[in-house]
C-alpha cells in the first residue's frame, strides 16, 4: 500500500477546510447558531465581499438582486393572505346561507311548496227550477258537460310525440280525427269544419262543445284524451216559448239575463262551495288531502201563479189575433178575479229561450204587458163610472140627454159616430161608450174627486208583481193639468198604463171594489223563506155595492140587439150561457211625424170579467194600431180575443152557466 505524499496530506486537509478553491466563502462555524436576519445577513455580505473581489463583480449589483426578492416574498405573502381571507368569507356565506335555509327558511318554503300543489275546487250549487202553480216545470237545470281544449299546447304535444314515434299520427292527422270523432257522436249541429277551426286555431283554450250529456263528454273523452271536460250544467225550458216573456232566459254560465231568471238570480243560483285538495306532481289527488269542505247551497225553486195549460193556450190565441187584425204587436193578460193572481201574461213574437238569442233577430224579448204602457181608450171610463156611482151622482137608469159634442176648456170633444140629442140611460153611457156623456158625468164628479180614484184604481204607480223593468206608466200630476187634461183623461186619452194595469183595474170591479194588486211568484221553496208568499194588502177603491153596480152596467157593453137600438160596443165578447161584463177601448196613437193624434193608428182594447154574476176571471186586450179585428172580421175589435180565451177557460174549468139568462139593460130611453 503506497503511502501518500506530503503535498497529498496537505490538499486534502485543503478539501476538508475549504480552502482548496480561492474565494470559497467560508460561514464561521461558531455563529450558526445565532437567530435573527440581520445577523445572518451581516455575515453574508462580509463574505460575498471578499468573494466578489476577488472573482471582479461588483459589490453594489448583487445586493440590489437581494432586495428586490425580498419585496416580491412580502407581496406574494400579502396576496396569499388576502386570497386566504376571501375563500374564508366566501366559505362564511355559503355556510350562513344554508343555515337560513335548513332553519329560517324552512318553514317559509315548506309553506310555498304547500300552496303550489294545494288546489280549491269550486263546488257549483245547482241552479233552482221555475214552476208554474201546479208544480209543472217551465225551467230546471240538468247535468251537462262541455267539451275543452287547448290548441297551442295540445298540437305542440302531438307534434314531439310524433317526432319521436313516426308510427303516431300528426297534427294534421289527429285534429281531422278529433274533428270526426265529435261530430259523429253530437250529430249534424257540429260540423268537422267549425271543430277544426277552433282545433287550429291560436288561443289557449276553447269550447268545443257546450250543454252536452255527460255521456257523450265520457265518450269523446276515452277516445280522445287531448279533449278535456268540465261540468257545465245546462238550463232546460221544456215548453220552448211557453211563458219565455215571464220566465226569461240565462247566458252559458247560467246567470239570469232578463225575466224572472234575472229578477229572482240570487235565489234561483243558490251559493257555491268549495273544497282544498293536494296534487302530486303527476296531478293526481292525493289520497286523504281534502279539506276546509263548504258543501253548496243548490238555488231555491220558485213557483208561479201562472197555470202553463192557460198560458199555452193565451199565447196561442195571441199569435193568431196577431195575424188576423195585422196588428204590430198583441197581448193578453188573465187575472184571478178574487186573488188578483196572474194565470197567464202574453204578447206575440215571444223568443224560445232554448235557443241562442243571437240567433233570434225578430224575437221579442221584452214582456209588453208591463213593460210597453200605452193610452187605454174607453176602457178606462170605468173611473168615471165608479166615481158617479160611488158619489151617488147618478144610477144605472138615470136618464141623460146627451149632445153629439162637448166643450171643456176651450176643447170641444165628439163621439166617435155623429148623432143629435140622445136619450142615454147611465148605463147606456157606456154601454155605447159615449165620450161626451162621460165627459158630462165626469165633470159632475169633479178633478179633484177624478183624481183620487185614477190613484186609488193603482194608475200611475207600479204594481210590483215581482218581475223586471216594470212601468209605472205616465199620470199627469194634479198639479200639471191644464184646460184641456181633464176633457182627456176620463176617456182614456192622455194618460198611459200597462196592460196589466188596466186589466187589474177590473180586478177591483170583480173583487166587490178591492183592488189585489197582481202577483206572478206564488211561493219559494229551499231557501231560508221557504213557503207561500204572503198576499199582497188590497186597496178597497170603492164599496161593495157600487162595484156590483158598476159590475152590472158594463153587461151593456156585451149586449146584443138585433135591431142595434140597445146594443153594446162589445157584443163580440158574448160567451153563451154567461153573463160577461167588459169595456171596450179605442185610443188614438201618436203621429211621430206631426206629435198629434193620428187619424188612423189606433191602441184596440177590451177588459173583461167572467161570469159577471160570480166572477172567476179578469182578462185584458191589447192590439197595437190593428187594421182588422182580432178575428180578422171588419172593424177594429179586441171582443172576439176575449171571446176566445173566455169560453175556453170557463168551459176547461167546468164554470158552472149563470143560473137565468140575464135581464135587459137599457142603454137608449124610448
Known sequence: MTRPTRDHDRRARQRATGRDRAGAARRPRGRQGKSGAGAREGDNVAAGRSAATRSGFPIGGSQHSNQQALRAGRQFLVRHRLASLVI??????????????????????????????????????????????????????????????????????????????????????????????ISAELGS?????????????????????????PEAAGKIIDEFPEVGSERQDVRLYPGGSLAANIVGDVDFDGNGLIGLESSMDSILSGTDGSRTYD??????????????????????????TIDSDIQWYV?????????????????AVVLDAKTGEVLAMANDGTFNPAKPLDEQDNAQLGDLPITSPF????????????????????????????????DMADVTVKDAWAHGVEPYTT???????????????????????????????????????????????????????????????????????????????????????LRIPPRIIKSIEGTGQDGQLPAPEGVQVVSPQTARTVRDMFRATIQNDPMGVQMGTGAKAEVPGYQ?????????????????????????????????????????????????????????????????????MLQREQVPMSAQPPPPLVLRAE
Open 315 to 331: 199565447q196561442n190565441e195571441v199569435e193568431k189575433a196577431k195575424k188576423l187584425s195585422k196588428a204590430k204587436n198583441a197581448s
Open 189 to 213: 249541429e257540429y260540423n268537422q269544419d267549425s271543430i277544426k277551426e277552433l282545433l287550429r286555431s291560436n288561443e289557449n283554450f276553447v269550447y268545443l262543445a257546450r250543454a252536452i250529456s
Open 427 to 513: 148605463t147606456g153611457i157606456f154601454g155605447k161608450s159615449s165620450n161626451v156623456g162621460t165627459l158630462m158625468l165626469a165633470d159632475e164628479v169633479g178633478e179633484d174627486r177624478f183624481a183620487d180614484m185614477v190613484k186609488r184604481f193603482g194608475l200611475g204607480q207600479r204594481s210590483d208583481v215581482g218581475l223586471p223593468a216594470e212601468s209605472a206608466g205616465v199620470v199627469p200630476a194634479r198639479s200639471q193639468w191644464s184646460g184641456g187634461t181633464f176633457a182627456n183623461l176620463p176617456i182614456g186619452q192622455g194618460l198611459t198604463m200597462t196592460l196589466l194595469q188596466m186589466t187589474a183595474m177590473y180586478q177591483a170591479i170583480a173583487n166587490d171594489g
Open 279 to 304: 296534487r302530486g306532481s303527476d296531478g293526481a289527488v292525493i289520497p286523504g288531502s281534502s279539506r276546509n269542505l263548504h258543501p253548496s247551497v243548490n238555488g231555491g225553486t220558485v213557483e208561479l
Open 88 to 181: 374564508v368569507l366566501i366559505v362564511a356565506v355559503v355556510a350562513i346561507k344554508m343555515v337560513m335555509l335548513q332553519v329560517v327558511d324552512a318553514s317559509g318554503l315548506s309553506a310555498e311548496a304547500a300552496s303550489q300543489r294545494a288546489v280549491t275546487e269550486v263546488l257549483p250549487a245547482k241552479r233552482g227550477a221555475i214552476e208554474d202553480r201546479n208544480g209543472k216545470a217551465i225551467a230546471y237545470t240538468d247535468d251537462a258537460r262541455a267539451l275543452t281544449f287547448q290548441p297551442v299546447k295540445v298540437r305542440k304535444e302531438i307534434e314531439e310525440a310524433n317526432k319521436k314515434t313516426p308510427s303516431l299520427p300528426g297534427v294534421d292527422e289527429r285534429i281531422d280525427q278529433i274533428a270526426a270523432g
Open 375 to 406: 193610452e187605454p181608450g174607453s176602457v178606462n171610463k170605468i173611473v168615471t163610472a165608479a166615481a158617479a156611482i160611488e158619489y151617488g151622482i147618478t144610477n144605472p137608469t138615470e136618464v141623460h140627454q146627451v149632445p153629439g159634442s162637448i
Open 580 to 648: 160577461i161584463s167588459g169595456k171596450t177601448g179605442t185610443a188614438q196613437q201618436v203621429d211621430p211625424d206631426c206629435g198629434c193624434y193620428s187619424q188612423s193608428s189606433y191602441n184596440i182594447t177590451f177588459a173583461g170579467i167572467a161570469p159577471a154574476d160570480n166572477p172567476r176571471y179578469v182578462i185584458g186586450i191589447m192590439l197595437d194600431a190593428p187594421t182588422r179585428s182580432s178575428d180578422g172580421t171588419g172593424g177594429q175589435s179586441a171582443a172576439p180575443l176575449f171571446q176566445s180565451i173566455a169560453s175556453w
